[in-house]
C-alpha cells in the first residue's frame, strides 16, 4: 500500500515537474524575443490635434488617429466599470491572464464547436494592450503565447490603473474614433462626466467589434448589445434592476452634431508648417495640439469670394480654352436621367475647382440659345456665356462647365490675398489660390514674385530718413544709367510713357513713377534701399542694383502686406501670426505667438508715408476707390503694383473701419509659372478689385448687422 502511495506520488511530482519544465521552456523560448515594454510608463498614444478659428468654429483636424487621451482618474466610474463587466470583469484580481476565463472558453469552444474559424476568447483587458501595443494581430499560437507571457510582465511593471487607462485610450470604436473620450463625443457629442448609463454601456458594448455594431446600420444589434452591458452591470450590483429596465428602455440614438469645419485650406496648411518648423513634422499629427487661430470665418469667407472672383473676372475678359470633354450624343431628343447621353455624362469626372459650377452636355446648339443636359437628366437653355462669339461655337455634345445660366469655366491665372491686422500682425483671412482641390501651392505665402511698383514705397521711406520730406522735388525726366561694358544702358520708363519734369517726392508713389523712383534710388544710394529691404523683411537678399528699386526683387504677399502694416501702425516691426496659442494635451500653453514693440522707423515717416498712400487712393493709380471710400465713410489707402511685360499684379491695401480697427489687405494675381497678364492688366486693373469687393462687403455686412 505504502509502495503504491509513493509510487503514485513520485509519478505526480514527476508529472509537475515536466510540466513545470514545459512552462519554464515555453516562458523561456517565446519570452527571450519580446520587446521592451519600460516605454507604457510614459507613453502616450498618438493624438489628434485641431485647429479652432478665432471664435472657436474648429478649422481642421490633424491626426493618425482621431483620439482625445483622457487620464483614468477623470473618467466617470460608471464608464469603468461598463468596460470591465463587458470586457474583463475580473482584471483587477488576475495577474494578466484569467485562468478561470480561459476554462470558460474552453468548455464553451468544445460544447459549441467553435474551434474553427471564430472561436470564443478569454483574452483579458492586458492582454489587448500587450497585443495593441506589443506583440501585433497575427492570428497564431505563439502570439497567443507571447501574448500571454507580456501580460503577466506587464502586470508587475505597471499599476492596473496605468493598464487601464492605456486600455480606454488606445482602443478603436468605430467611426473612426480611437479612445472612449473621442468616441463620446463622435456618438453623442458629449463629454465622458456628461454621458448617460445607457451611452456609458454602448461605448462598452463595441470594443469587440465596432462595425457589427454599427448605431444606424445595425441598429437591432447594437441595441441588443448594449442591452446586455447594462444586464451584465445590474448582475454585478452596479446598478440596480430598476436603473438597469430605465436605460434598456431608451431608444440608441446618436446625437453627435458635429459644427462644419470652417473652410480655409492654405490657411490651415500654413499653421501646419509653422508648428512643424517648431515642434517636428509628426508632433502636430500625434501631440494632441489645441490650436487656437487667428481666423476669422467672416472674413476668410469675404477674402476667398473676393479672390474668386477677381480671377474669374480677369479670365472673362480672355480667350475661351474650348470643352472640358466631348461625347456622343445619339439622340438629343432622349430625356431623364436613364437617357444616354446622361449616363456618358455622369462618367466623366468632376473637375477640380467646379465650386458650384455643374457639367453639363450641349444637346441642341443654336444661333441664340444652347439646350443643355446635366446628369441629373434635367435640361436647360444656356443663354450667357462671358466669352463672345463661344455659344454659337460649341457643338452637340461638347461638354461644358454651367453656373446658373452661364457658361462658366475655371480660370487658368492663380492669386493670393492675406487680410492682416496692422497692430498685431493676426493674419485674420488667407487664401492661396482659385481653389485648394486645384493646387495645394499658396500663393500668399510660398510665391515669391517681383512686386513691382508695389516696392516703391519703401524706397521712398529710404529717403524720408535721409531728410527728404514728402515735398521735396524730385525730376521726373529719363534716366539712362550704362551697365558697364557691353551691357547696354538701363532707361527705365514710366507706365505713361511720358516725363512730367519736377514733381514733388509724393507723386512719385502717387502715380507710381518709375523715373523719379530710380532717379531718388540714385540719390540716396541702393546701400540704403537694400537697408529699408532687410529692416521691414521685404526680402532675405537684394542685389544693389537699380532695377531692385522697381521692385525687381522677389517677396511673398505675406511678407509684402507685413511690411505694409509696419508702416501704417506707427513703424512698429510686424511679423505674420496664425495662431494665439497653442495648448498641448494636458491644456499647457507651449506657444504663444506675438508681435513685440520694436521700432524699425520713425512714427513720423510711417506717419507721412501712411498719408502718401492715402494720396494714392484720392488722387493716384488707386483712385478707383475714391467712391467707395466716401460712400462708406471710410479712410482707405494702398499701393498698386505692376511688374514688367505685366506678368505680376498686386494692390496692398489698408482699411480704417469705423470700429477702430486698421486692416491691411494684401491681393496678388498671376500665373503659376509667370507670363504676362497682357498688355494694359495692371495692378489697378487685376488685383484691386479684389481688395475692393473685399471691403464693401466687409464693411456692408456691419451695416447690415447694426
Keep these: 500500500m ?55 468654429q474648429p478649422l481642421k483636424e490633424f491626426a493618425k488617429e482621431r483620439r482625445i487621451f483622457v487620464p483614468i482618474d477623470t473618467m466617470p466610474p460608471l464608464l469603468i466599470k461598463a468596460f470591465l463587466v463587458a470586457e474583463d470583469k475580473n482584471f483587477y484580481s488576475h495577474p494578466g491572464v484569467d485562468p478561470l476565463g480561459l476554462l470558460r472558453a474552453f468548455i464553451k469552444n468544445t460544447i459549441r464547436g467553435h474551434w ?108 441588443e448589445r448594449r442591452d446586455w452591458v447594462i444586464h451584465r452591470l445590474a448582475e454585478e450590483a452596479i446598478i440596480t434592476n430598476s436603473e438597469a429596465a430605465t436605460a434598456q428602455q431608451e431608444p440608441l440614438t446618436i446625437t453627435s452634431k458635429e459644427l462644419p469645419m470652417v473652410q480655409a485650406d492654405y490657411f490651415a496648411d500654413e499653421v501646419r508648417r509653422e508648428l512643424g518648423q517648431k515642434f517636428g513634422d509628426k508632433a502636430i499629427f500625434t501631440k494632441g495640439f489645441r490650436v487656437l487661430t487667428t481666423l476669422d470665418p467672416a472674413l476668410q469667407g469675404y477674402a476667398e469670394k473676393s479672390l474668386r472672383l477677381g480671377l474669374a473676372d480677369y479670365d472673362k475678359r480672355h480667350h475661351w480654352r474650348g470643352p472640358v470633354a466631348r461625347i456622343n450624343v445619339t439622340d438629343s431628343t ?61 457643338s452637340m455634345g461638347d461638354v461644358v462647365l454651367v453656373a446658373g445660366d452661364a457658361l462658366f469655366q475655371i480660370p487658368e491665372v492663380t492669386g493670393g490675398i492675406v487680410v492682416m491686422d496692422a497692430n498685431t500682425g493676426h493674419v485674420l483671412a488667407l487664401s492661396g489660390g482659385y481653389d485648394y482641390a486645384i493646387s495645394q501651392f499658396n500663393c500668399a505665402t510660398q510665391a515669391r514674385r517681383q512686386p513691382g511698383s508695389a516696392f516703391k514705397p519703401f524706397v521712398y ?61 540714385m540719390q540716396i544710394g541702393m546701400r540704403a534701399v537694400q537697408n529699408i529691404a532687410y529692416r521691414f523683411n521685404i526680402t532675405d537678399y537684394m542685389p544693389l542694383q537699380l532695377a531692385m528699386a522697381l521692385g525687381a526683387g522677389g517677396t511673398t504677399l505675406t511678407r509684402l502686406t507685413a511690411a505694409y502694416a509696419t508702416i501704417v501702425n506707427g513703424g512698429k516691426k510686424i511679423t505674420p501670426i ?110 484691386l478689385p479684389i481688395f475692393e469687393s473685399f471691403v464693401r462687403d466687409l464693411e456692408i455686412s456691419k451695416l447690415n448687422s447694426k
Design 2 to 56: 505504502l509502495k503504491s502511495v509513493l509510487k503514485t506520488l513520485t509519478l505526480f511530482i514527476a508529472a509537475l515537474a515536466g510540466i513545470a519544465a514545459c512552462v519554464f521552456f515555453v516562458f523561456y523560448y517565446y519570452g527571450r524575443s519580446l520587446p521592451g515594454y519600460q516605454y507604457l510608463k510614459d507613453y502616450q498614444p498618438a493624438m489628434m490635434s485641431r485647429l479652432y478659428a478665432n471664435d472657436l
Design 461 to 521: 521711406l529710404a529717403a524720408l530718413e535721409r531728410g527728404y520730406t514728402r515735398d521735396t522735388i524730385i525730376d521726373d525726366a529719363p534716366v539712362n544709367v550704362s551697365l558697364g561694358r557691353g551691357m547696354g544702358v538701363y532707361s527705365p520708363q514710366n507706365i505713361t510713357k511720358q516725363s512730367n519734369g519736377p514733381c514733388p517726392l509724393y507723386q512719385g508713389v502717387e502715380f507710381s513713377r518709375n523715373q523719379m523712383t530710380v532717379r531718388l534710388a
Design 334 to 394: 432622349a430625356r431623364g436621367p436613364d437617357s444616354v447621353w446622361a449616363r456618358d455624362l455622369g462618367k466623366i469626372p468632376a473637375v477640380p475647382g467646379m465650386q458650384g459650377a455643374r457639367l453639363a452636355v450641349v444637346l441642341t446648339p443654336a444661333q441664340t440659345a444652347l439646350v443643355v443636359g446635366f446628369k441629373n437628366g434635367e435640361i436647360s437653355a444656356l443663354v450667357n456665356s462671358p466669352f463672345k462669339g463661344v455659344l454659337e461655337s460649341l
Design 578 to 687: 496664425y495662431c494665439h496659442q497653442v495648448e498641448n494635451w494636458k491644456g499647457e500653453i507651449v506657444y504663444e505667438p506675438h508681435n513685440g514693440d520694436e521700432q524699425i522707423i520713425d512714427a513720423d515717416i510711417a506717419q507721412t508715408m501712411t498719408d502718401i498712400l492715402q494720396g494714392v487712393v484720392e488722387r493716384g493709380t488707386a483712385r478707383r476707390l475714391l467712391p467707395l471710400a466716401q460712400e462708406l465713410d471710410i479712410v482707405l489707402g494702398g499701393k498698386t503694383g505692376s511688374t514688367n511685360d505685366y506678368k505680376d499684379a498686386w494692390f496692398i491695401g489698408f482699411v480704417r473701419t469705423k470700429d477702430g480697427r486698421t486692416l491691411l489687405i494684401g491681393t496678388f494675381v498671376g500665373f503659376f509659372v509667370p507670363k504676362s497678364l497682357g498688355e494694359g492688366e495692371t495692378g489697378s486693373r487685376v488685383a
Design 116 to 223: 474553427g474559424a471564430n472561436p470564443t476568447g478569454a483574452s483579458t483587458i492586458t492582454q489587448q494592450v500587450a497585443k495593441n501595443f506589443l506583440i501585433g494581430n497575427e492570428r497564431s499560437l505563439a502570439r497567443k503565447v507571447k501574448e500571454a507571457i507580456m501580460s503577466v510582465r506587464l502586470e508587475s511593471a505597471l499599476s492596473k490603473n496605468r493598464l487601464l487607462e492605456l486600455y480606454l485610450n488606445e482602443i478603436y470604436l468605430g467611426l473612426r474614433s480611437y479612445g472612449v473620450g473621442m468616441a463620446a463625443l463622435t456618438y453623442f457629442d458629449k463629454k465622458l462626466d456628461d454621458l448617460t448609463l445607457s451611452e456609458c454601456a454602448f461605448l462598452a458594448s463595441l470594443p469587440k467589434a465596432p462595425s457589427n455594431y454599427h448605431p444606424l446600420k445595425e441598429q437591432k444589434k447594437a441595441k
